[in-house]
């Protein structure tokens, strides 16, 4: 990895990828459940994917099988999922070194969630917090299965490509314990197949807070309008909710989480866009007010979104190009996934289809 800079460090420590050879592969997903990214999505994972992509070999999905275990719209999901692929090109992911994909379009994921699912306790799978937090709404009796179920679905997806690090925001810490657990089950009730990975959240901007409710986590869900910038809303209305952010009793700009939410995940946000420590702003802070500190990030704000959202745009009017990425995400996806899980079929004991295409390795 290149040099991390405050805002770039992650929990785990990452080695060099290997000198020589493939590189080692990362992988991460993100639901299109929205018509833009938003704030937490980029800071907090999205970001990553990019630097990740020079030294690691990414695949990156739009993940439209979790998206429909909740309440959705047919013709709008699909125009998300393009709008999702679009705006990962827009922020840099380069298509030449990262596979992007659909996630419906690789249906080894389905597969082996089936295989992980045999594995998983109801209990277990009931455990899952943001299960408990969305299922909570209508009463987990209305839920679907899907939605107990996907973080199983979501282990699939990860350990078929037997990546190295997981690229995620904080919120799917109990996700990736869950997907390494159930690596590590299959591997010691079968034979060792699956690598486990390591998730890769970084420390400062691993949850994003809500700018109405900065103790909350910014979310498409949960957030009120006021509390959640679009990557693709119109930058003037960007500027605007940085402006009304809720800021925090006192006047003075500290980073202080416990006393000064609201003003440190202002400062979050602007030293993750400005690659300035957090000590540096302070220090030319101090002595200026609110008003002030927020102005100028609104500024800072519009600088960012304004040519994310060009491109986007632009992206957007060629469809025949989105679609011919998606292509060749697809295929290379395909082969890694189907490769993983003839292996995985062959340990379980299903009969291979195709007798001559068994596993390298039988043990
Ligand atoms: N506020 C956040 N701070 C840091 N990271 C975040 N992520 C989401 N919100 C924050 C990370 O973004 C990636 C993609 O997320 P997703 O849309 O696939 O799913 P999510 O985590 O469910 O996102 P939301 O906005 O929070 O959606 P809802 O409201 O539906 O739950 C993930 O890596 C996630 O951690």
Redesign the pocket.
């Known amino acids: 990895m290149s040099s991390a800079s405050p805002t770039t460090q992650p929990e785990v420590s990452v080695p060099a990828a290997a000198a020589g050879g493939g590189r080692p592969r990362v992988l991460?997903?993100?639901?299109p459940?929205a018509d833009s990214f938003?704030f937490?999505?980029y800071?907090?994972?999205l970001r990553q994917w990019v630097d990740l992509q020079i030294d690691y070999q990414p695949f990156f999905f739009i993940?439209d099988m979790h998206a429909i275990t909740v309440d959705y719209d047919p013709l709008v999901l699909r125009e998300r999922t393009l709008r999702a692929a679009a705006q990962l090109l827009a922020m840099g992911v380069d298509p030449e070194r990262a596979s992007i994909f659909v996630q419906s379009q690789v249906p080894a994921h389905a597969q082996g969630a089936w295989v992980l699912q045999c594995l998983t306790g109801v209990g277990e799978a009931r455990r899952m917090t943001q299960f408990k937090d969305k299922s909570a709404k209508g009463g987990e009796g209305s839920a679907s299965v899907g939605l107990l179920t996907y973080p199983i679905l979501q282990a699939a997806d990860i350990l078929l490509y037997r990546p190295y690090y997981v690229p995620?925001?904080?919120?799917?810490r109990q996700h990736l314990e869950l997907t390494r657990d159930l690596a590590q089950r299959f591997n010691s009730r079968y034979k060792k197949t699956f690598r486990l990975p390591e998730p890769y959240i970084l420390k400062a901007?691993?949850?994003?807070g809500d700018l109405q409710e900065p103790t909350a986590?910014?979310?498409?869900?949960?957030s009120s309008p006021s509390g959640i910038i679009e990557m693709l809303d119109e930058p003037t209305l960007s500027a605007k909710k940085i402006r009304s952010a809720v800021t925090d009793s006192g006047s003075e700009i500290r980073f202080d989480p416990e006393e000064k939410p609201g003003v440190s995940n202002l400062l979050t946000i602007y030293s993750a866009l400005t690659q300035r420590s957090v000590p540096d702003l302070e220090e030319e802070y101090t002595g200026k007010g609110y008003g002030d500190f927020k102005k100028d990030l609104a500024e800072v704000v519009i600088d960012f979104v304004t040519p994310f959202r060009d491109r986007t745009l632009e992206l957007l009017a060629d469809q025949a190009y989105l679609s011919e990425i998606l292509r060749q995400g697809r295929e290379r996806a395909n082969e890694v996934a189907e490769a993983t899980l003839r292996d995985v079929y062959q340990r379980v004991g299903f009969v291979a289809a195709d007798l001559g295409k068994g596993p390298a390795s039988i043990g």
Do not use: E
């Open positions: 991460s997903g993100i639901q459940t938003h937490g999505n800071l907090g994972a993940a995620v925001g904080a919120d799917q901007t691993g949850k994003i986590k910014m979310s498409k869900s949960a």
